[in-house]
């Protein structure tokens, strides 16, 4: 390999190293900003919570612990996947034992 060739070589991989880095780390920022959390304005309109157990029966009587995301018609998780895709939450990652004010029973019309 020529003096030339060797340092256009070196200065390809460098290049590509970096774009490398910078697509992994914008993907990691988008995957942040895929999960829903309970801070999220219209998730806490929802009374949204990602457990459960912590939902406020006094507020949401008709929620039972049984209502979980991975029990819900919006929910497209794959089996053994702590989180999945909320269908009302435009695709946001929720997981399998939270639960909104919208849920709706899997197999219900
Ligand atoms: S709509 Fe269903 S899957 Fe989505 S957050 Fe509410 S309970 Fe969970």
Same mark, same amino acid.
């Given at each position: 390999m020529s003096k030339y060739n060797r340092r256009t070589f070196m200065l390809r991989l460098v290049a590509g190293g970096s774009a490398l880095a910078l697509s992994r780390l914008s993907l990691a920022e988008e995957a942040k900003k895929a999960v829903l959390t309970e801070d999220d304005a219209y998730a806490k309109s929802m009374g949204?919570?990602?457990?459960?157990? /912590?939902?406020d029966q006094a507020k949401?009587?008709?929620?039972?612990?049984? /209502?979980?995301c991975s029990e819900c018609q919006l929910f497209s998780g794959g089996p053994g996947e702590p989180l999945g895709p909320c269908s009302f939450f435009g695709k946001r990652l929720v997981p399998v034992d939270g639960w909104c004010r919208n849920f709706k029973p899997k197999g219900a019309a």
């Open positions: 949204f919570r990602l457990d459960t157990t /912590q939902v949401y009587p008709k929620h039972t612990a049984e /209502q979980k």
